[in-house]
C-alpha cells in the first residue's frame, strides 16, 4: 500500500514556542491531506484538508492563526503549531489521498509534548 | 460531532475465540470502514463496506452493515495477541467548504491474552 510519512514521531517543546510537523506521502501524489488530533484513549479528530497548492480549509473550533497548515506540494504538508502551550499537547495524525476516489493513507503520527 | 459510536469501549479475550465489535451511526452514508491502530501508532485501513453491501470478508475479518440499523459489526475470528489494537468505524461526511472528510467512532480496544 502506500506510505505516508511523519515527522518528527516525538517533539517535546517548551511553552510559548512553535514547533513544525512534516507529512509526506512517499510513492504517490496527494492532492488531499488531511491533519487529525488523537487525545489519550480518544477517537481521532479532524484539525483541517488541505489541497495542494490551496489554502487549508478548517473544521469548526479549530484555530487557524495557531495551527498553521501548507501544503506547498504534491508530496508534502506540513502543520505549525503556534506558541505552544501544554493543552496542544497530543497525537497528531495526518493522512494523505491521491484522489478523492482513493482511500486515506495515514502517516504514523506524532507525539507532541508541551512543556 | 463523533459519527460513530462503538461499542464495547473495551473488550478482553483469550487467544483464539472471536471478537465482535460493533459500530452506529446517525446520517445516509456511502460507505463504512474500519481501521485498526495499535497503541500510538498511526491507523491502518482493515476494510471498506459500500451502502448497497450487507457483508465483506477479508482473511479473518468480516463485516456486516445493515443500514435500517445504522450499524455495523466487525468481528475477528480466531483471535491472536498480535490484534491487540483500537479499532475504530468511519464514515464519509461533508466536511467545511464541501470536501468530504472521515469521521471516527470512539473505538474498541481489543486485547487479546495469550
Known amino acids: 500500500g502506500a506510505v505516508v510519512s511523519q515527522h518528527p514521531s516525538r517533539v517535546i517543546c517548551k511553552s510559548g514556542t512553535s514547533v513544525k510537523i512534516e507529512c509526506r506521502s512517499l510513492?504517490?501524489?496527494?492532492?488531499?491531506m488531511f491533519w487529525y488530533r488523537q487525545f489519550p484513549k480518544q477517537s481521532l479528530m479532524l484539525m483541517a484538508t488541505?489541497?495542494?497548492?490551496?489554502?487549508?480549509?478548517?473544521e469548526q473550533g479549530v484555530e487557524k492563526d495557531k495551527f498553521l497548515i501548507n501544503h506547498a506540494s504534491l508530496t508534502l504538508s506540513t502543520l505549525t503549531v503556534t506558541s505552544a502551550h501544554p493543552e496542544d499537547s497530543s497525537f497528531y495524525i495526518c493522512?494523505?489521498?491521491?484522489?478523492?476516489?482513493?482511500?486515506?493513507?495515514f502517516g504514523p503520527g506524532t507525539r507532541l509534548t508541551v512543556t | 460531532s463523533q459519527q460513530g459510536e462503538e461499542d464495547p469501549q473495551a473488550l478482553s479475550i483469550q487467544e483464539g475465540e472471536n471478537a465482535t465489535m460493533n459500530c452506529s451511526y446517525k446520517?445516509?452514508?456511502?460507505?463504512l470502514q474500519w481501521y485498526r491502530q495499535n497503541s500510538g501508532r498511526g491507523l491502518v485501513h482493515l476494510i471498506l463496506?459500500?451502502?448497497?453491501?450487507r457483508e465483506k470478508h477479508s482473511g479473518r475479518l468480516r463485516v456486516t452493515l445493515d443500514t435500517s440499523k445504522k450499524s455495523s459489526s466487525l468481528l475477528i475470528t480466531a483471535s491472536r495477541a498480535a490484534d491487540t489494537a483500537s479499532y475504530f468505524c468511519?464514515?464519509?461526511?461533508?466536511?467545511?467548504?464541501?470536501?468530504?472528510?472521515?469521521?471516527f467512532g470512539k473505538g474498541t480496544k481489543l486485547t487479546v491474552n495469550p
Open positions: 493522512s494523505a489521498r491521491a484522489d478523492s476516489k482513493y482511500e486515506q493513507y
Open positions: 510513492d504517490f501524489q496527494a492532492t488531499t
Open positions: 488541505s489541497n495542494e497548492g490551496s489554502k487549508a480549509t478548517y
Open positions: 446520517t445516509s452514508i456511502n460507505n
Open positions: 463496506i459500500r451502502s448497497n453491501e
Open positions: 468511519a464514515t464519509e461526511a461533508l466536511g467545511q467548504g464541501g470536501s468530504e472528510k472521515l469521521v
